[in-house]
C-alpha cells in the first residue's frame, strides 16, 4: 500500500475554513478525550431544544445508550422552522432535477409548508406519536417531505430503497408493523418507469397492519387505487392548513428504522434517535464538509440509504444549508449527466461513492473535461474503500488538485461520520479515512481482543458510547447486543478490519463477516442465499463476495441443483433474474457456480471462507466452474490445512 503519499489541505482552502489546522483538530480531538460529555454538551448548544437535558448521557445500562435525558427536541423543527425567523426563510433548502430535466427549487419556506400540509394529512388519517410508516420512494422532493412531515409529528419512518421488490418491502413492513405506506406512482429510471405502487400493491397482499397508502402522481400513467386504502398525495394535501406543530419530541424518541444486512437472512432494523443523531449529524456538517451559507452541496445518495437521511435531508437542512437532489441515473441520457448538474447547478460540494467515481475512470474523461467544474470546492466519498488510484483521478480530473477530498468511513449503524479528514485540517492519504472525528474512540484489536498499539492490522471498534449512535434493533435487543457487542464483550464491533499506519492514520479494509459490500451496498451472503433456496431447481447455495473492478465486490454464488434438474444457460440466467425479483436489482449475482457439493465442515456449516478464496484468488477458470475444475482447485485449496483449522471454522 503507498501509505506515505501525503496531500496536505490547500492553504486557500484552509484558510476560509471552520477548522484551520491540523492543531486546531487536535485541540478539539483531545477536549472530546478529556471531558466527552462536556464536549457534547457544547455540540448539543447548535440544536433548538424545546426542553433542556437534565444529563447528558446514561450508559448505566450498556449496550443500550441514551443521550441528552429528559431533553426534547424536533428533528423537522430543526430542519425547517428555525430558518424561518432568519434571512434563510428564502434561501433554497432543496434543489431538484428530475431525470427527465424538469426542476424545481423549493425555499425553506416552501418546504415547511409542504412539511406540515402532508402533515396534517397524516393526521387526517389518524396517524400520531410514536406510529410507523414506511416510505417508498423515488428521489424527489415530496420524499424529504414525507420525511420531515413523519419526524414532525413523531411518526418513526423507514424509507425503503426504491430499487427494492416488493418481496423485500413487504418483509420490512412486517417487521415494522407499519400502519402506512407512502409511496409514488412511479419512479423514472433511465427512462423507463419504475412501477413503485405496483409493487407496494404485491406487498400489501400480505401486510395486514397497512391502513392507508398516500400515492405522488410521479407521472401521468394508469394507477390501481384500492378505494378506502389509496389516496393520492395532491387530494391528501389540497387546501389543507399551511402549519401544523411540531411534537415536543423525547430526545431518546425514534426517529427511523432502517434496515439493513446483517449475517442472518433477516434484515436487521437499525432504531436512531432523535437528540444525540441530531446533534452528531449536525456537527459532522461543519467539521467533514466546512459547510457554508453559500455552498451549494450535493450528496448523491439516494434516501433509501443512511447516507440519504444523514447526508442528503436531515444533516444539511438541519446546517440551512442548499441541498442538491438528483432523480435518475449519473448515465442518462449520456455519461456527463454529474458533471452538467455540477455546471448547471455550480455546486460547491460533491459527494458519491467510490463505485460511482470508478465507473466515470472507466467512461473517460473527455465526459468531465466537457464541463466547467471550477464551482467545486470540497469533494467527499463514502460507502466503500477508496482505492488509491481512483482517489487520485478524482483528485486531478474533478478537483483539479484544488479540492480537498473527504473519505469517510461510517456506518448505518453509526448514524453520522465517523473517520474522516477534516478537509482544512488533515493532510490526506489516498485510500484512507485518516482520522477519527472529535468524539469518536476507534481501536484496532487482534483475535483475542488485545489492543493493537500503534501500527499494526485487527478489527476495528468503537469503545466508547456516540450521540448518534444505533439505540438497538427494532424489537430484537437481544440481537443488537449480540450482533454488535458480543465478539469483544462490551465494545461495538464494526464487521470490519482495519491497519493503522505509523501516522496513526485508519485505513478500513472491509468487512470480516458475512456482509458483502456491492456498490457500496450492504448485502448479506445469507439474504441471497435463502432467496436461491426458495428457487424450485436449487438444492444448495453458497454466497460470497468476488472483488470486483467496478463495484468494489460483486455477488458469485455456489449453487448445487436438485438431482432432477440439469445446469444450463437459462437455468442460470433464471437464477440470476429470481434473486433481482426477490431482493432487487442491486442482489442480482454476477455469477452462478453450479457445483456438484459445496465445502463444508463436519457440522454441517458451508465454508465460505474457501469459495472467498477461490473467487478472490480467481483459481477458478472460465466463466462457469465445471465440475471438475471446481474439485480440484477444492482439493488443492484443502492442501497443507489442517483439518482442526477446517473443523474451527465459524459462521
Ligand atoms: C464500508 C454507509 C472504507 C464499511 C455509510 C462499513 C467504508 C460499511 C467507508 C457500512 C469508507 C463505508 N472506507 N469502507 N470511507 N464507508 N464503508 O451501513 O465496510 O451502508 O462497515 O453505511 O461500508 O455500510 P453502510
Redesign the pocket.
Known amino acids: 500500500m503507498e501509505q506515505n503519499e501525503v496531500f496536505n489541505p490547500p492553504a486557500e482552502f484552509s484558510n476560509s475554513a471552520s477548522i484551520k489546522s491540523l492543531d486546531e483538530y487536535k485541540r478539539l480531538y483531545q477536549a472530546a478525550a478529556d471531558d466527552k460529555e462536556k464536549f457534547w454538551a457544547e455540540q448539543a448548544q447548535a440544536v433548538h431544544w424545546f426542553a433542556p437535558w437534565s444529563k447528558v448521557l446514561d450508559w448505566s445500562n450498556p449496550p443500550f445508550a441514551r443521550w441528552f435525558i429528559g431533553g426534547q427536541t424536533n428533528v423537522a423543527y430543526n430542519c425547517l422552522d428555525r430558518h424561518l425567523t432568519t434571512w434563510r426563510r428564502n434561501k433554497a433548502a432543496i434543489i431538484w432535477e428530475g431525470e427527465n430535466f424538469e426542476q424545481r427549487t423549493l425555499t425553506y419556506q416552501e418546504l415547511y409548508r409542504k412539511v406540515c400540509k402532508f402533515a396534517n394529512a397524516l393526521k387526517e388519517l389518524g396517524l400520531k406519536t410514536g406510529d410507523r410508516s414506511i416510505i417508498y420512494m423515488p428521489m424527489i422532493p415530496e420524499a424529504a417531505v414525507a420525511m420531515l412531515a413523519c419526524a414532525r409529528l413523531g411518526i418513526t419512518h423507514s424509507v425503503v430503497f426504491g430499487g427494492f421488490s416488493a418481496e423485500a418491502l413487504k418483509t420490512r413492513i412486517q417487521d415494522l408493523e407499519a400502519q402506512i405506506v407512502i409511496t409514488a406512482n412511479s419512479g423514472l429510471r433511465r427512462g423507463k418507469d419504475v412501477p413503485l405502487k405496483q409493487s407496494v400493491d404485491e406487498a400489501l397482499k400480505h401486510c395486514p397492519t397497512v391502513k392507508n397508502v398516500i400515492v405522488y402522481k410521479r407521472q401521468e400513467i394508469p394507477t390501481h387505487m384500492q378505494s378506502g386504502r389509496d389516496h393520492w398525495w395532491d387530494d391528501m394535501t389540497l387546501d389543507r392548513p399551511e402549519t401544523c406543530p411540531a411534537e415536543q419530541l423525547d430526545s431518546e424518541h425514534p426517529l427511523y428504522v432502517l434496515y ?1 444486512s446483517g449475517t442472518t437472512g433477516k434484515p436487521k432494523g437499525v432504531v436512531h434517535s432523535t437528540g444525540g443523531y441530531l446533534t452528531q449529524v449536525l456537527s459532522t456538517m461543519k467539521w467533514v464538509f466546512d459547510i457554508r451559507d453559500d455552498d451549494v452541496y450535493w450528496c448523491t445518495a439516494d434516501i433509501g ?3 440519504g437521511h444523514s447526508y442528503v435531508v436531515f444533516g444539511p437542512l438541519a446546517a440551512g444549508a442548499t441541498a442538491m437532489m438528483y432523480e435518475g441515473a449519473p448515465d442518462w441520457p449520456k455519461q456527463d449527466r454529474f458533471w452538467r448538474l455540477i455546471e448547471k447547478y455550480r455546486v460547491t460540494i460533491f459527494y458519491t461513492s ?1 463505485t460511482a467515481i470508478r465507473s466515470f475512470i472507466r467512461q473517460g474523461d473527455q465526459w468531465p473535461e466537457g464541463h466547467d467544474l471550477s464551482s467545486l470546492r470540497l469533494l467527499g ?6 482505492n488509491p488510484a481512483a482517489w487520485k483521478w478524482y483528485h486531478k480530473v474533478i478537483g483539479k488538485e484544488r479540492c480537498p477530498i473527504v ?8 448514524g453520522a ?1 465517523m ?2 479528514p477534516i478537509p482544512g485540517a488533515t493532510p490526506a492519504k489516498p485510500g484512507s ?1 485518516t482520522l477519527p472525528l472529535p468524539g469518536v474512540f476507534p481501536e484496532i484489536l487482534d483475535d483475542k481482543g488485545n489492543k493493537i498499539e500503534g501500527a499494526g492490522k485487527g478489527f476495528l471498534v468503537l469503545t466508547q458510547p456516540w450521540p448518534a449512535m444505533l439505540r438497538t434493533l427494532y424489537k430484537d435487543p437481544e440481537r443488537f447486543k449480540e450482533n454488535y457487542f458480543s465478539r469483544f464483550p462490551g465494545i461495538y464491533f ?3 478490519a482495519a491497519t493503522r499506519d505509523n501516522d496513526g492514520y485508519i485505513w ?4 470480516v463477516d458475512d ?1 458483502i ?1 456491492v456498490a ?3 448485502l448479506s451472503t445469507m439474504e441471497v442465499e435463502s432467496s436461491l433456496v426458495r428457487h424450485k431447481s436449487v438444492a444448495e447455495a453458497a454466497v460470497v463476495g468476488a472483488p470486483h473492478e467496478l463495484k468494489g465486490q460483486a455477488i458469485h454464488a455456489f449453487v448445487t441443483l436438485k438431482s432432477s434438474e440439469k445446469e444450463s444457460d437459462i437455468l442460470y440466467d433464471n437464477l440470476r433474474e429470481w434473486v433481482a425479483q426477490e431482493i432487487g436489482a442491486l442482489a442480482r449475482p454476477e455469477k452462478i457456480h453450479f457445483v456438484a457439493a459445496l465445502p463444508k465442515t463436519r457440522s454441517g456449516k458451508i465454508m465460505r471462507r474457501l469459495l472467498r478464496e477461490i473467487v478472490t484468488t480467481k483459481s477458478v477458470a472460465g466463466d462457469t466452474s465445471t465440475l471438475e475444475d471446481y474439485n480440484v482447485i477444492l482439493q488443492l485449496s484443502r492442501q497443507g490445512k489442517e483439518e482442526e483449522e477446517i473443523l474451527g471454522e465459524k459462521k
Not at 466519498?381 to 477508496?386: A, H, L, Q, R, T
Not at 478500513?508 to 468487512?511: A, H, I, S
Open positions: 439493513t440509504w443512511v447516507t467510490p466519498s463514502v460507502g466503500e474503500p477508496i473519505d469517510t468511513w461510517w456506518q448505518t449503524e453509526t461520520i473517520i474522516s479515512a464494526t464487521g470490519d478500513v479494509l472491509g468487512r456482509v459490500n457500496g451496498h450492504r
